[in-house]
């Protein structure tokens, strides 16, 4: 199993690339299952859960060919072709289902575009329970038949969906997902009420409406979808990932320098960046990216909340939290979206972090100095948290389980190392 070394205390300078964001890429391949057109995605990042869906939707009998780098592109993401234009399985099983969460929602454009499906409850998650609910209610307010039955979800909706009103009783960012990619095949009218305003919302309503979808007011807390007959192909370049940003924001803080994280878009993440601002950072939009830098300066201490977009994401409570670690000060992180994350605050602890746990909320008292250790990735967000905190640990730490990792940080180490980071992969 991979491991990655990291030897603390370079500070970062240099041009890191921030590539497509994994958490719209899922959604938008999916999507692909709605037309037998072939959908185009630019700008995807090469990561082990789109490798992962990629063979999730060949299950379905779906195409996906990788297309290269186009001349002048400076990052190392990809374009898909894909294609669905035979469907020869509307199952989606366990075994596949178990191993990324997200994969669950090709339930809403196999029951929206064949009128059935069979998908593997997700099962259990690191972070959290994680029900998916308020998934199966939106497809229900849209006249799907749902059975559960031996682990699976069987819907069905042999005369099509109807549209109609769906309320979540709270923000939810896959239930919006599937309300849309339901709702865009449906007879009829449809208003998502407290839809989930994330920007991975929107680029699917940008792409989805490309395809011909009637969608407004994505972006909003209330989204209307007016149902159409058939969708087509199109070409969509998928959005900025603005957790990679943040991630790379909150290392630069960490160890000083001066950092462009390319192509980022401020707009995406304003307030992880106040945040960042507030902490000591200075932070400066370019038409070029993000750029950071922090001298010599202390980390100022912060109070956060994890709140559903456009505040502070839970994606990057983790990350802050390493940060915190080193602050003048007490900072205190309250995490509401989900009920497990603190599971880097052993691992933390482990490098030297002073944090106190009382339910959903951390407190962090900062230390002078962490010292390296060798420690365990946990999930995707804490795992990287670590890898922020070994930047700035004394000596040496390897993190463990480093697969955690390659689901959602493209060349982590690459883009690290070329701003002067010590950082390797030791592989076996
Ligand atoms: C997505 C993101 C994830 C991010 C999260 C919150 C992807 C691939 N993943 O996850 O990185 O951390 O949004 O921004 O985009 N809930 C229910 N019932 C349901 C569905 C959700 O109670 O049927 C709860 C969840 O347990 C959680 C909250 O709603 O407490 C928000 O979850 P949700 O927004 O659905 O997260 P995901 O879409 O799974």
């Given at each position: 199993m991979d491991r990655i070394r990291i030897t603390g205390g370079r500070q970062l300078n240099g041009v890191i690339p921030i590539s497509g964001a994994k958490n719209a890429t899922l959604p938008l391949m999916i999507a692909?299952?709605?037309?037998q057109d072939t959908l185009i995605l630019d700008n995807v990042p090469r990561l082990a859960d789109v490798r992962l869906l990629q063979r999730i939707l060949g299950n379905h009998g779906v195409d996906v060919m990788i297309a290269g780098k186009r001349p002048?592109?400076?990052?190392?993401n990809q374009t898909l072709h894909i294609s669905?234009?035979?469907?020869?399985?509307t199952t989606a099983p366990y075994d596949l289902v178990s191993k990324m969460r997200?994969?669950?929602?090709v339930v809403a454009p196999l029951l929206a575009r064949m009128g059935r499906a069979k998908v593997s409850l997700p099962g259990g998650c690191a972070i959290g329970t994680r029900p998916v609910d308020l998934l199966i209610m939106a497809l229900e307010r849209l006249g799907a038949q749902i059975e559960i039955d031996a682990g699976y979800v069987i819907a069905s909706a042999p005369r099509g969906l109807q549209g109609n009103e769906i309320v979540f009783p709270k923000v939810t960012v896959g239930g919006t997902h599937t309300a849309l990619m339901a709702a865009v095949l449906a007879n009829g009218t449809s208003v998502i009420e407290n839809a989930a305003c994330e920007p991975e919302v929107g680029d699917l309503a940008d792409c989805l409406n490309k395809m011909g979808a009637k969608i407004?007011?994505?972006?909003?807390t209330r989204i209307t979808v007016e149902g159409v007959a058939k969708l087509n192909g199109a070409r969509h370049s998928v959005l900025p990932d603005r957790i990679e940003t943040g991630t790379y924001a909150m290392a630069v803080a960490m160890t000083g320098g001066d950092v462009m994280l390319q192509n980022a878009r401020p707009e995406l993440l304003q307030a992880a960046l106040d945040t960042l601002a507030q902490a000591g950072a200075n932070i400066t939009a370019t038409n070029e990216g993000i750029r950071v830098t922090r001298n010599g300066g202390g980390i100022a201490p912060v109070t956060v909340t994890t709140e559903p977009?456009?505040?502070?994401?839970t994606d990057l409570q983790a990350q802050l939290m390493a940060l915190m670690t080193r602050a003048k000060g007490t900072s205190t992180i309250t995490e509401?979206?989900?009920?497990?994350?603190?599971?880097?605050v052993q691992e933390l602890a482990r490098l030297g972090a002073r944090i106190h746990l009382d339910g959903q909320k951390a407190t962090i008292e900062g230390v002078d100095r962490l010292k390296g250790a060798p420690v365990m990735a946990t999930d995707l967000r804490a795992s990287v948290s670590l890898v922020i905190a070994a930047l700035a640990a004394e000596g040496e730490t390897t993190v463990n389980r480093v697969y955690h990792l390659d689901r959602g940080f493209e060349r982590l180490e690459a883009k690290l190392s070329a701003c002067g980071a010590s950082i390797e992969r030791l592989s076996g």
């Open positions: 692909s299952l709605l037309t002048g592109e400076s990052t190392d669905a234009a035979n469907i020869v399985d997200a994969s669950f929602w407004s007011g994505a972006g909003t977009f456009p505040g502070f994401p509401t979206i989900f009920e497990n994350r603190f599971m880097h």
